[in-house]
């Protein structure tokens, strides 16, 4: 079994604590829109996992339609390029 990476442990946490989010539910191929975000939420998901992980997520990263294992893609790619500087 892989270990975690970052990138997934701060989405799932902030899945589960901040929007109380059945984990069972949180799975790669989910959108982030079956999850019950709405736009205001998606912003606020980018933000804190701004917070976390010290990287910029785009607008388009964190969208109705991404699902949560191309924003762990997407969230270690640029948290590896940002800790390689």
């Given amino acids: 079994m ?3 990476s ?3 442990a ?3 946490a902030v899945l589960t604590e901040k929007f109380e989010i059945d984990p069972e539910h949180i799975r ?3 959108t982030l829109e079956s999850l019950d975000l709405d736009s205001l939420a998606l912003a606020e998901l980018a933000l804190a996992l701004q ?3 010290g990287v910029q ?3 388009d990263e964190a969208a ?3 699902t949560v294992a191309e924003l ?3 969230l270690n790619a640029k948290y590896a390029a940002a800790g390689a500087r």
Avoid: G, W
Wanted: proline share 8%; hydrophobic share 40%.
């Fill in 51 to 53: 917070e976390q992980l």
């Fill in 72 to 74: 762990t893609a997407a």
């Fill in 64 to 66: 109705k339609h991404t």
């Fill in 6 to 8: 970052p990138a997934s």
């Fill in 28 to 30: 790669p191929d989910a």
């Fill in 2 to 4: 892989s270990a975690e």
């Fill in 57 to 59: 997520v785009a607008e």
């Fill in 10 to 12: 701060a989405l799932t």
